[in-house]
């Protein structure tokens, strides 16, 4: 996942397609001890903390979450993205070796 991409992604979503990102985040993330993606320097746990506490605040504000801060949600917890907000893409599949000779004696 790009930032571009990211930016793309979160510009469409809403404060509750973040919030069931999160819950699904929540639920899916084992490890949150792990460094961040976004800032190295933090844990998965304690981003995961700014954000629910920052979304908190946009919903008792009444106002739809910034777009860089959705874009950075979205950066950070991609994988639990709702169903068509993201495709993932194909795995490229080695093509078949159709034509083969041996090396020849020099």
Do not use: C, Q
Request: aromatic share 10%.
């Amino acid at each position: 996942m790009t930032r571009s991409k990211a930016m793309e992604i979160g510009k469409r979503m809403s404060n509750a397609d973040i919030w069931e990102t999160l819950k699904r985040a929540r639920v899916g993330i084992v490890d949150w001890e792990k460094a961040s993606k976004g800032n190295t320097s933090m844990s998965l746990g304690a981003t995961f903390n700014l954000f629910v506490r920052g979304l908190r605040r946009y919903d008792e504000l009444g106002r739809d979450m910034h777009n860089l801060a959705k874009r950075n949600v979205v950066y950070e917890f991609w994988r639990f993205l709702p169903e068509g907000f993201y495709v993932r893409p194909r795995k490229r599949v080695a093509p078949e070796v159709t034509m083969h000779e041996s090396p020849i004696e020099i």
